[in-house]
């Protein structure tokens, strides 16, 4: 499945580093396709911009880290009204976030949900304008 065809950035925001990765890395983008119950945190190209990470990086470590610290394959959902306000989630690259409702934005810890849920077969793609690594040194 092509992610740039399955989702499209809110207007004034564009996906192009994710999609690069997906195109380095084809197992992640089969992992977030074929999963059941996935939720995945697509950060913008300006929270690409923001770090310093290249899609085109040779450190295939540092891709496959930054998607594992995106994805929650542990059969919850993360669509916006499911996210319980002050509950701790954990990536399975071990990212942990608590949800915050302010009135007018969800955020993630610091981190906001820029757009509507992406609703896919296998679960729900968030678009968040940060980029949450451990390992952003050395791109």
């Known amino acids: 499945m092509d992610f740039g065809a399955t989702i499209t950035a809110p207007s004034g925001f564009n996906l192009t580093y994710l999609r690069k990765i997906f195109e380095r890395i084809p197992h992640a ?43 929650i394959t542990s059969g919850f959902l993360g669509y916006t009204p499911l996210l319980k306000d002050g509950k701790c989630y954990t990536t399975d690259g071990g990212s942990q976030f608590v949800p915050k409702f302010n009135g007018t934005h969800t955020l993630l810890n610091d981190t906001v949900i820029v757009g509507p849920d992406h609703i896919v077969t296998t679960g729900v793609i968030q678009i968040i304008n940060k980029v949450y690594s451990h390992y952003l040194s050395g791109t």
Do not use: V
Request: charged share 30%; net charge positive.
């Open 29 to 71: 983008r089969e992992k977030l396709f074929r999963a059941q119950k996935i939720t995945f945190l697509a950060p913008t190209q300006e929270a690409f911009d923001k770090t310093g990470l290249k899609a085109c990086t040779s450190k295939t470590r540092l891709l496959q880290e930054f998607l594992d610290n995106h994805t």
